[in-house]
């Protein structure tokens, strides 16, 4: 497994070894074991969430303000560009944000670790998203950020306007969110 730093240095990419011929391909997805030894990645993940959209369908910034969730993204099928934005308010990297591809094509993955805000933007005419959670959904401690909040200036690759519901059109600026304390 390749291992890659982003900006922000808890934020990962992941891109699996994969072996394929004219037949297909084969990759392990998940190994514990190598988690911990290549990316030192040692959380117990807890659930499984699966999602399809549609193209320019963005879905976030999401993050549990008690039940706390590191999360392990990947595609399986169509592409998405999903982001990380760190809401730790004593974070050195507080308010700033990472935004990587991920594809069923390049079978990259990304660590979003606990204390972060996560979403996504469809960019393929659909796609399909697997996610490991380090705990569970908790919908009373939900939050989200508004995907457009000017100071984030996170820059999505659409154009027009997302798809979003109608949770996700509520979300507030980092300035008015609940944030980490560590």
Not at 64 to 80: D, N
Not at 118 to 133: C, P, Q, R, W
Request: with cysteine; aromatic share 10%; net charge negative.
């Amino acid at each position: 497994m390749n291992v890659t730093k982003t900006a922000i240095p808890e934020v990962l990419v992941l891109e699996p070894k994969v072996f394929g011929d004219e037949r297909g391909f084969f990759y392990e997805g998940y190994n514990s074991k190598m988690l911990a030894e290549e990316a030192g990645i040692t959380d117990v993940f807890v659930q499984d969430n699966h999602s399809s959209s549609i193209r320019n369908v963005l879905r976030g910034l999401h993050y549990q303000i008690k039940q706390s969730q590191g999360k392990l993204v990947r595609v399986i099928a169509g592409e998405i560009f999903d982001v990380a934005v760190d809401v730790r308010k004593n974070s050195p990297t507080f308010g700033k944000w990472i935004g990587e591809n991920l594809s069923a094509e390049n079978k990259k993955m990304l660590w979003i670790p606990k204390g972060f805000a996560h979403g996504y933007v469809v960019i393929s005419d659909i796609a399909e998203v697997l996610y490991k959670t380090t705990d569970y959904w908790a919908p009373e401690h939900e939050r989200c950020i508004a995907w457009n909040d000017p100071p984030l200036n996170i820059t999505w690759p659409i154009k027009g306007e997302p798809k979003l519901s109608e949770k996700d059109q509520q979300g507030l600026p980092l300035s008015r969110a609940e944030l980490f304390d560590d």
